[in-house]
Nanobody, 119 residues
Framework: EVQLVESGGGLVQPGGSLRLSCAASGFTFDRSYMTWVRQAPGKGFEWVSRISDDGTSTAYPASVKGRFAVSRDNYKNTLYLQLNSLKTEDTAMYYC????????????RGQGTQVTVSS
């Protein structure tokens, strides 16, 4: 059974940082492309990062590029998302998910971790 468990969310002031983690099990993690997506209240899902199976390729939308950084540890079966220079508009539930290729649909998604940016 595929399991993705996110952690690391919380309340942070504007300009602050957080590091999210996603513990993966039940599938071959080091052969899986991964993505982080978020959903703000009343809005749809927005992808915020993608990473290839070996971690050598990453992608970000303009809204977070230069502020967020995705990485992975294939020995620990863990995906990370470093969030820097946070803005109030980054407030959302953050999810990790598997994708079949860059830009592909989500195939499995975790339960999410809440990030709230507020002074």
């Amino acid at each position: 059974e595929v399991q993705l468990v996110e952690s690391g969310g919380g309340l942070v002031q504007p300009g602050g940082s957080l590091r999210l983690s996603c513990a993966a099990s039940g599938f071959t993690f080091d052969r899986s492309y991964m993505t982080w997506v978020r959903q703000a209240p009343g809005k749809g899902f927005e992808w915020v990062s993608r990473i290839s199976d070996d971690g050598t390729s990453t992608a970000y939308p303009a809204s977070v590029k230069g502020r967020f950084a995705v990485s992975r540890d294939n020995y620990k079966n863990t995906l990370y998302l470093q969030l820097n220079s946070l803005k109030t508009e980054d407030t959302a539930m953050y999810y990790c998910a598997t994708i079949p290729f860059f830009g592909g649909p989500l195939t499995h998604r975790g339960q999410g971790t809440q990030v709230t940016v507020s002074s």
